[in-house]
């Protein structure tokens, strides 16, 4: 047997699924097996956790790697929270050093999620620590679209 195997070779002998499959169904070019299993398993970036309480919406989200509050925006527009920034790498690649594995998500991100309720704006508190953003809400019908401001602690 010369080579190695490559089971997502697979994909390809399936009836139907080839590039004008792949174009129909997401409008996009078909990018091989192995960048098909990717885009199905990217999920959305960066998760988000979403919890009511009596009087309040905590959102929670998952960024290690911020240096500073200016590396991620968080907008609120009616019910429809924003978050976009950028997670810059922690080392420098120079031309000696090998990535062997990077699991860790860097780069810009954008990800708008819906909260389930209406919320002040005027009341939102937002503060980062160990990684993790925290924006709190108290719930109130008829807010208006605003930015929010972070507490930043390292």
Known sequence: MTGEYNPLEA????????EDFFKEV?????PGPAG?????????????DIVETAGEIIVTVALPGLRQAGDVRVE?????????????PEIQLLPVVKVHQQEKKQGRFS???TLPVAVNSKSARATYQRGLLE????KHPGSQGETLNIEFFK
């Open 135 to 138: 924006i709190r809400f108290i």
């Open 76 to 88: 609120l527009n009616g019910n429809i929270l924003r978050l976009e920034g950028e997670i810059y």
């Open 26 to 30: 997401t409008g996009m070019s078909w």
């Open 111 to 113: 990800r708008s999620v």
């Open 11 to 18: 994909l390809k002998n399936i009836p139907y699924l080839d």
């Open 36 to 48: 098909l299993l990717n885009r199905l398993t990217r999920g959305k970036w960066p998760p988000v």
